[in-house]
């Protein structure tokens, strides 16, 4: 079992930057990949970013470039830089914990990018 705790959300103004935390507690945190998704009102859940227990990451299209998703195993937290946020960017964000078939997640974290 994993247990996965966001943080980090909040208001931000469009060009602003927010960075998220996700604590894990409760495995070997440093064998699981760590992923960050979001989903807006009315649409589907989407992959924003993860990282692979060696170190591998991927991005969605949409963020490449302005959000960066790091992990600290020696503190058993992923974290996502946000930055040059967007309007669009607005969502619940949510981190995923998945090894094998185990898939386990957080509660979510709001981000707001508004004037």
């Known amino acids: 079992q994993v247990q996965l705790v966001e943080s980090g959300g909040g208001l931000v103004q469009p060009g602003g930057s927010l960075r998220l935390s996700c604590a894990a507690s409760?495995?070997?945190?440093?064998?699981?990949?760590m992923s960050w998704y979001r989903q807006a009102p009315g649409k589907q859940r989407e992959l924003v970013a993860l990282?692979?227990?060696?170190?591998?990451?991927n991005y969605a299209d949409s963020v490449k470039g302005r959000f960066t998703i790091s992990r600290d195993n020696a503190k058993n937290t992923a974290y996502l830089q946000m930055n040059s946020l967007k309007p669009e960017d607005t969502a619940v964000y949510y981190c995923?914990?998945?090894?094998?078939?185990?898939?386990?997640w957080g509660q979510g974290t709001q981000v707001t990018v508004s004037s």
């Open positions: 990282i692979t227990s060696g170190g591998g990451t």
């Open positions: 995923k914990a998945e090894k094998f078939v185990s898939r386990f």
């Open positions: 409760g495995s070997i945190f440093s064998s699981y990949t």
